[in-house]
């Protein structure tokens, strides 16, 4: 049996990797063979090639190199790439993950080839159809064989539009990456606070980086001036889309400011700096989810969540850009919040194990 994963962006290396450790754990003889193909929509070193360093993930069997490209065009070129790989490997499954341009090249890639598709993170909606991400879910679930939910709510969703076949609530493969390596985070934790002169609780960690909020600089530039005047310091690992924007723009943080504009952090240190910070800044999907699940209170720089559960738990809050709406979220969102129940929303950390015997049992059928 023959699986083909398509990923291209960071999220999707931390998701895929889960899978091939799922895969591992099967025993030797009954594994499939698990291919990756990295369409290159992520290609710079702190945001690739340091996943695959530090995550078990297999080398990529094929590399497209296909970044830096406006979205409609990059789709094109990913999808007819993809389709004389398909054509050639043959795959019994293709699993595509999450909601990026890598997502939906491989589902139509595949579909036109009638291979079936695994859609992991199957059932989100943000119901902003400016993000580019909520198409390619949309039409991603709607060409999916095997639609993989984080949780009920999205099960939910699916139904709604239609779609109750081959619908699974497995919970989340982010919980499961993120308790794989939480003895090794926590482990890490006070040399990581050391070297970047940081101590627990008293800074903030922030990132910025969803395509509907980098679409003109005067916004970022704003928010990160509102940031820069917090009375803690605010760690920003910042995103290769965002940085050039500002760069472009001119613009520079002022200096003696709180805020730390750093290059994006491999994966086990970035669950660092999300643990112990006093409260997480994010337009993330992912980090909003990590930081519900170290009991970090999450201020979303935007106006809607996927992960509408962490906002109902009351762990989240959706402030959108604006400096001072911002700053007083982060000076309102007291350590009482820290005391609130946090039930597993997205599952206890199985979502892997999950997926691959679901698959297994399928296509032995
Ligand atoms: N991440 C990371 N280093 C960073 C910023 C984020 O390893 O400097 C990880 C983060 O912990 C999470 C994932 O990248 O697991 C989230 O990816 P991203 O925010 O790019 O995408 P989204 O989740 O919004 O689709």
């Not at 499939?32 to 530090?54: E, I």
């Not at 159809?129 to 009920?152: I, K, Y």
């Not at 820069?228 to 310091?233: D, Y």
């Not at 491999?266 to 997480?280: C, D, F, G, K």
């Amino acid at each position: 049996m023959k699986w083909l994963s398509i990923v291209g962006a960071r999220p999707q290396f931390v998701k895929a990797a889960v899978i091939a450790q799922s895969i591992e754990c099967l025993e030797p003889g009954k594994r499939p063979v698990h291919r990756l193909v990295h369409t290159g929509q992520h290609f710079d070193r702190s945001m690739s090639a340091v996943f695959f360093r530090d995550l078990p993930l297999p080398k990529p069997a094929y590399r497209l190199g296909v970044g830096g490209l406006p979205p409609a065009v990059q789709l094109g070129r990913m999808t007819e790439r993809l389709d004389r790989i398909i054509d050639k490997e043959r795959p019994d499954a293709v699993i595509v993950y999450g909601d990026t341009t890598s997502t939906l090249a491989g589902a139509l890639a595949a579909a036109a080839r009638h291979r079936p598709v695994a859609h992991i993170e199957a059932g989100l909606r943000s119901f902003n159809r400016r993000m580019p991400e909520e198409t390619n879910r949309v039409l991603t679930d709607h060409a999916s064989t095997w639609l993989f939910c984080p949780s009920r709510h999205a099960a939910e969703q699916l139904a709604r539009e239609g779609i109750t076949r081959g619908v699974h609530v497995v919970g989340d493969v982010m919980v499961d990456a993120l308790r794989q390596s939480a003895a090794r985070v926590t482990a890490a934790g006070p040399a990581t606070l050391k070297r970047r002169g940081l101590s627990a609780r008293e800074y903030y960690l922030a990132t910025v980086h969803r395509a509907e909020n980098t679409e003109s600089a005067a916004p970022i530039a704003a928010l990160f001036q509102g940031l820069n005047q917090l009375e803690r310091p605010v760690v920003l690992p910042l995103h290769p889309r965002t940085r050039g924007l500002l760069e472009r723009a001119g613009w520079k943080p002022s200096r003696g400011g709180a805020l730390r504009v750093v290059n994006p952090v491999p994966y086990h240190e970035m669950l660092v700096l999300e643990q112990h910070a006093r409260s997480i800044l994010t337009d993330s999907g992912g980090v909003q989810k990590e930081a519900y699940f170290w009991g970090v209170p999450c201020v979303t720089l935007r106006r809607e969540t996927e992960w509408v559960e962490t906002v109902t738990a009351g762990w989240n809050r959706l402030v959108g850009l604006e400096p001072g709406a911002v700053r007083s979220a982060v000076a309102s969102f007291s350590e009482a919040v820290r005391s609130a129940r946090r039930p597993a929303l997205y599952g206890r950390g199985r979502a892997g194990d999950a997926i691959v015997r679901r698959l297994m049992k399928d296509l032995k059928n």
